[in-house]
């Protein structure tokens, strides 16, 4: 039993209705006040700062590991100690200790969540995207070759997936810019360069390893827990003409890798483990090293939202992350099986996520059918891609027996090409 998931602690901070981030939660983040950055957590709408809980005296550790502009550190000393120090939050927060609330100290490293700027929490060393939702790779296959051939003869087999880029993973409320670079868009005419025309969201979930074992070692479904940090939001901006263009033979490449969104709160694993549900039956058998036991997939609802620039947003999509066909330990017993290392930071992403119904698919390209029909906005316009100046909003929470975990949002502005 992990002590900060009990679903009875109520905090003696403020915690508004409705709120991602109740005393259940505990999610770690890096935070900037005024020229102070550091470690953080959250609870309602309160920022804590662990960097000076840590010079308080509390954590068992070198302070030091929480002032810094990135997760790592912390993340390198492992689940026992991150576990540790989220029930340790939980205790300095609970109302069993509403003493605290009288606490100088402790009332030194407390910020409303409007005062602070939430920085992109981890250093991802590398960045693996996984392929791993059913319907999304049918939609696929049925859009661009056959809906009796729709999944590739490898795809219930392998957590298909490919190395990506790290170094353009931002953190919500950074703009991106539009993409340019080649595209065919007319089969039996020579390729052009120019801005893409086609710019599309995925809406995917993405988790954060601890570190691993030794390069040449594996690690199994059922080990695969104590390797995964936590996970957060994750939107993989993809630019559908150039990588239509260019992913013959070797896949995805600078239809990808131009920009990747996050949300700032990594919510850990543990704080995920009410959550659980089982996953689909596999057929065919999987491979020995990919079964599993109990039950790895996670009952989270997920939106996505495009807001023109000077008008509401309007919700494109309800999907929920249980829709995945292959689940988390899966996707890291398949990564490390033929001795792949992984280490602190690394960050795996799920794939898009779309569900059966069309309300449920998690890209553009799906929610048009490839172009073919449009989105009103609540302006009156309407999309099939994403236009300059719309912001994609990308939302989820986990809820159950009254306690709502959630990962707040991943929010991004697309800017006209440079
Ligand atoms: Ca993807």
């Known amino acids: 039993m992990i002590k900060a998931n009990n679903s009875e602690l109520k905090s003696w901070i403020e915690v508004p209705e409705n709120s991602d981030f109740p005393i259940q939660n505990i999610p770690f983040?890096?935070?900037?006040?005024?020229?102070?950055?550091?470690?953080?957590?959250?609870?309602?709408?309160?920022?804590?700062?662990?960097?000076?809980?840590?010079?308080?005296?509390?954590?068992?550790?070198?302070s030091d590991v929480f002032k810094s502009y990135k997760l790592n550190k912390f993340i390198k000393l492992g689940k026992s100690f991150t576990r540790q120090v989220r029930d340790e939050i939980s205790a300095i927060f609970s109302h069993e200790n509403a003493a605290n609330k009288e606490n100088d100290g402790i009332k030194s490293a407390l910020h409303t969540i409007s005062e602070v700027e939430m920085l992109m929490p981890v250093r991802v060393g590398d960045y693996t995207d996984f392929y791993s939702s059913e319907?999304?790779?049918?939609?696929?296959g049925c859009m661009f070759r056959d809906p009796n051939n729709a999944l590739l003869p490898n795809w219930k087999h392998i957590p298909v997936g490919y190395h990506g880029r790290s170094s353009s993973i931002v953190v919500s409320g950074t703009p991106i810019h539009r993409p340019k670079g080649q595209q065919k868009p007319n089969n039996n005419?020579?390729?052009?360069?120019?801005?893409?025309?086609?710019?599309?969201f995925e809406l995917e979930m993405a988790f954060v390893t601890y570190n691993g074992k030794a390069l040449g070692q594996s690690i199994s479904t059922k080990e695969a827990d104590d390797y995964i940090f936590g996970m957060c939001i994750f939107n993989d901006w993809s630019a559908r003409d150039i990588q239509k263009w260019e992913y013959v033979p070797l896949g995805p490449f600078l239809a990808k890798n131009f920009a990747s969104s996050i949300s700032p709160w990594i919510v850990t694993l543990d704080a995920l483990e009410p959550f659980r549900v089982s996953g689909p039956v596999q057929e065919p058998k999987v491979f020995?090293?990919?079964?599993?036991?109990?039950?790895?997939?996670?009952?989270?609802?997920?939106?996505?939202?495009?807001?023109p620039e000077n008008t509401k947003e309007k919700v494109v999509s309800n999907s929920n992350y249980k829709y995945m066909y292959w689940n988390m330990n899966q996707q890291l017993a398949h990564h490390t099986v033929n001795g792949c290392n992984i280490k602190a930071g690394d960050m795996m992403a799920s794939g898009t996520i779309s569900g059966n119904d069309e309300s449920a698919y998690g890209s553009m390209l799906e929610i048009s059918w490839k172009g073919s029909k449009s989105v009103a906005m609540t302006d009156g316009s309407e999309r099939k891609f994403i236009l300059d100046n719309d912001t994609v909003i990308m939302r989820g929470f986990a809820q159950k027996n009254g306690v709502r975990v959630g990962f707040g949002e991943v929010r991004t502005k697309v800017l006209p090409t440079v």
């Not at 005419?189 to 599309?200: A, I, M, S």
């Open 29 to 62: 983040g890096v935070a900037k006040s005024g020229k102070q950055v550091f470690v953080a957590s959250r609870i309602g709408d309160t920022v804590i700062n662990l960097h000076k809980l840590a010079k308080l005296g509390y954590f068992d550790v070198d």
């Open 288 to 307: 020995d090293y990919l079964q599993y036991e109990g039950n790895k997939h996670i009952d989270i609802n997920l939106e996505v939202a495009i807001q």
């Open 189 to 200: 005419e020579p390729p052009v360069f120019g801005p893409c025309k086609l710019l599309d």
């Open 135 to 140: 319907q999304h790779a049918y939609n696929v």
